[in-house]
C-alpha cells in the first residue's frame, strides 16, 4: 500500500515558523498540503507536480512555500509569519492518474 509519512507539526507563537516534512513510498503525480480546523472545511493550502508547477490558498500567499524532493519522494512546506488563523490538523495529500492517497495529520498550533 502508498503510505505518506508526514513529521514537522508544533506549537509555535504567532510570527514563527514551521517547516513540515511528508515522504511517500513511491512517485506521485502531485503533492500536496490541506488543513482542517475544528468546525470548518478541509481546505487545500498548498500543491506541487512533479514537474515543479505550485499553486497556493490566497491566505498563505507570500508567507508559505511548498518544495518537492524528486529523489526522495518528500514534500515540504515552509510556514513562515504564522497566525492563530494557521491553527489546523495539516494532512499530506499524494496523486497518481487514478488515485489519491493520504497521510496521517500533523497538528499546528499557533499560539502565544
Known amino acids: 500500500q502508498v503510505q505518506l509519512v508526514e513529521s514537522g507539526g508544533g506549537l509555535v507563537q504567532p510570527g514563527g515558523s514551521l517547516r513540515l516534512s511528508c515522504a511517500a513510498s513511491g512517485s506521485m503525480f502531485s503533492m500536496g498540503w490541506y488543513r482542517q480546523a475544528p468546525g470548518k472545511q478541509r481546505e487545500m493550502v498548498a500543491s506541487?507536480?512533479?514537474?515543479?508547477?505550485?499553486n497556493y490558498a490566497d491566505s498563505v500567499k507570500g508567507r508559505f512555500t511548498i518544495t518537492l524532493d524528486n529523489a526522495k519522494n518528500t514534500v515540504y512546506l515552509q510556514m513562515n509569519s504564522l497566525k492563530p488563523e494557521d491553527t489546523a490538523v495539516y494532512f499530506c495529500n499524494g496523486r497518481t492518474l487514478w488515485s489519491n492517497y493520504w497521510g496521517q495529520g500533523t497538528q499546528v498550533t499557533v499560539s502565544s
Open positions: 506541487i507536480r512533479a514537474s515543479g508547477t505550485d
